[in-house]
């Protein structure tokens, strides 16, 4: 605990035990200094951070004076997270934003903070630092950093995807970019296809809206094509969701003859593809995707940088049709008044631009393949198999033994502090009971496994006897 942190409490102690009521006036910065013997500059950190939450506030030329609500100061510990609350596509997302550190996390969708590239960051900020005052103070323009874009473009172009930079836009997240899409494409009511099993925030960002989100079922090579066109006929969606490349959650990447199908089915029925391609640079070689021979025509890339550069440096963009893109900046302007913050996206493009970005992937690409290794292993010694063994990225999709229910599972592991995603939050038919999605960079620790193992034991002691 800081010094400033110390005296906080103090205040705060002093306000719930009453030593302190509505309305006192708080000891001079000086005098306060002098009893707790700190310099008077830490004194002032501490009021001006109690003012900030409302705890006490400021009288110009006359001190601090407790405020007249005490809610604050008696509420300074925070309820515990109800974890009986339904297993839906915001479970895993909740549990695992919100575990303390001691919590092993072997079902979220990031990787550990010692796997990013923490030091070109960390140089990124301290130029970043240097700035003048309208990079430091000012918003962002609509269009956002021409920098991060030209580099986008960069890269589209390594892939053969032709763009313009009247066709790509910056948001404030892959989600952000995903909530543009539909706000501007779907209305209450309408169908989206997704796969099944899908990205679980694909479904809860769809019930936001109100939209009727139907399945087709993920094959290793993409979507079940007949499934897909059939749906196509039945539902009449105006949107489908995937990702072509190593799926989430299941590592599947499009075949050449998947890809072509679905864009001509596409095509038939007037139907617009969102393709996330967050999983990109993860591949060893590119694999077929569907907004490269569709041109940006009906189909919309989106992505953002929180996989591989930094999650907490929020940044998604989108690259779609150019007569799109200015509907889709008014959205984010009423929603956000505009993009990204510019430091965030100065310090991605500085980052991305330098050398040490294309070493720092080769680098976490050689680590993934160690640890999927590992933990295929580890896995099949515990009685679960992987569903395919993905080309790359982070993900593996494992079955249970038969009769076991990931959701069972799930529960019982996060009472031992280890948080893992159950199937059912992927698949929007909920037929996915008897899988779990595993991230390969989380399970390095033993007690990922024996926590499994213990619950699933437990588990086979309650299932029907073969006999």
């Known amino acids: 605990m800081t010094r400033t942190e110390m005296l906080m409490d103090d205040i705060r102690s002093q306000i719930i035990s009453g030593r302190l009521s509505a309305g006192e006036r708080l000891p001079s910065v000086r005098k306060y200094a002098v009893t707790m013997r700190v310099s008077p500059s830490t004194v002032v950190e501490a009021y001006e951070r109690l003012a900030a939450g409302g705890t006490i506030r400021a009288r110009r030329g006359s001190g601090f004076y407790v405020t007249g609500s005490h809610q604050a100061p008696l509420s300074l510990v925070e309820k515990t997270a109800d974890y009986q609350r339904d297993v839906d596509p915001f479970w895993v997302s909740r549990q695992s934003l919100d575990a303390d550190p001691e919590v092993l996390k072997p079902g979220c969708g990031w990787l550990p903070a010692d796997w990013m590239p923490v030091d ?45 930079m009247e066709q790509i836009m910056l948001t404030g997240s892959g989600t952000q970019a995903l909530d543009l899409i539909c706000r501007f494409l779907l209305r209450p009511g309408d169908t989206v296809l997704v796969d099944d099993p899908c990205y679980f925030n694909f479904q809860a960002l769809l019930r936001v809206h109100q ?48 890809a072509w199908r679905i864009l001509n089915a596409a095509r038939a029925s007037d139907l617009t593809i969102v393709e996330d391609d967050i999983f990109a640079d993860f591949e060893p070689e590119l694999s077929p995707r569907l907004a490269i021979p569709d041109g940006l025509e009906r189909v919309i890339r989106m992505g953002s940088f929180s996989k591989t550069l930094s999650a907490s440096l929020r940044c998604g963009y989108i690259a779609c049709r150019p007569e799109w893109i200015d509907g889709l900046i008014n959205l984010q302007i009423a929603a956000a008044f505009g993009g990204p913050s510019p430091l965030t996206t100065e310090l991605i493009a500085s980052v991305l631009a330098g050398g040490g970005y294309r070493k720092h992937l080769d680098e976490v690409t050689r680590r993934l393949s160690r640890a999927r290794k590992e933990a295929v292993e580890k896995l099949a010694a515990a009685d679960l198999t992987p569903w395919i063994i993905p080309r790359g990225g982070f993900y593996l999709w494992c079955s249970l033994p038969a009769g076991m229910d990931s959701t069972t599972l799930a529960r019982r592991c996060r009472e031992d502090n280890v948080i893992v995603a159950p199937g059912n939050v992927f698949s929007v038919s909920q037929t996915a009971g008897s899988f779990l999605r595993f991230n390969v960079a989380h399970l390095s620790d033993p007690r990922v496994f024996s926590v499994l193992q213990r619950a699933m034991a437990e588990q086979r002691e309650t299932l029907p006897s073969a006999d």
């Open 211 to 258: 939209v009727t989100a139907v399945g087709v079922p993920m094959t290793p090579t993409g979507p079940d094509v007949a499934a897909f066109e059939q749906v196509l006929i039945q539902s009449r969606p105006r949107l489908y969701i995937t990702n072509s490349a190593l799926h989430n959650p299941t590592g599947a990447s499009l075949s050449p003859q998947t």
């Open 120 to 164: 070109a960051l960390r140089k990124g900020l301290r130029q970043l630092a240097r700035s003048d005052a309208g990079l430091l103070a000012d918003y962002g323009s609509t269009h956002s950093s021409a920098a991060l874009r030209r580099l986008l473009l960069a890269r589209f172009a390594r892939e053969g995807l032709s763009a313009s």
